[in-house]
């Protein structure tokens, strides 16, 4: 009578089904079952299948000033809970390492967020459609990566954020709508070095800056078990936030996967930073806007044009420097 063989009836199945769906309430995170990723990462047991989102609102701020996230710079909250994470990338498309980054979020189930330099997306249009398909929101990183915008003038500076921006979206143009749907009206300085023109001028466009809760330290070419210890102790004493990473380096890419696995038994929980419903409309429908669900981007090309022919007239003078010298080295030779 203790082992008895007969199957449960169908009520018995039914109440254990109720059962189940209560434990599951009780003990799972909310944003996952609002979601309905109850269900585990098929490879990270460890991770719900789903990253839930968090919304920013990139609508400008009193003044226009736009609006900006980040603990290391600014005051506005994110949404972030306590041991939230919400992973981000700066610097790529990079050939060799965007790849691994990308491999290592599929592993984990996890969505990011990236920060795309203008002339990289350019020159790998296919890395930019590649994490846009694996559902990674995209924002920009200005065209050519000046260390310090605030040392430019105010057209240049303008410059190099727009057609980074353009230059992205027009990796995008041959994307499925869904593709491109992943484009936000997102910006990261590079540096983090902000100012309050170039601010303003980003809020007037309805596009929201976002800094950081933490780095790495992976931009100081250390090592991925430095990356890891250091990741960690910063992100224990920030409780989560958004972790400021960079998809060029190979340390970084070497590291995620352990990383990821380690905040996770630490009981942090992943989640993916995105502009909020209408921000990408707004964006685009702004004067001057830097966000355009089908962008013409002349001026990305052209910029790239001038770069393109600025190179070739330094190669030929070089060249032309060279033939002169030969020619007068044969002279005395002669
Ligand atoms: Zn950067």
Redesign the pocket.
Known sequence: MHCSKTEPSPLALALIAVCWILAGATILPGPSLAQGASSACPTDPLAPAHTPQVFLDTRPGPGGVAAAYGGVQYHRPTGLGPREIALTF??GPDPNVTPVVLRALRQHCLKATFFMVGWYAKAHPDLVRAVAADGHVIGS?TWL?PNNLRRLSAAAAEGQISEGMQAVQQALAGASPAEQAQLAPFFRF?GLNDSPTLTAWLGARQVAVISGDMGTDDWRGIGPMSIEWRTLRYVAHADGGIIVMHDTRPATAASLSQLITLLEMRGYRFVQIVPAPGARERAATVQAALARPAPTLASAAGAADRLDAWLQACLQQVESGADALLAEVKSLQN
């Open positions: 700066d610097d990183h990566h590079p």
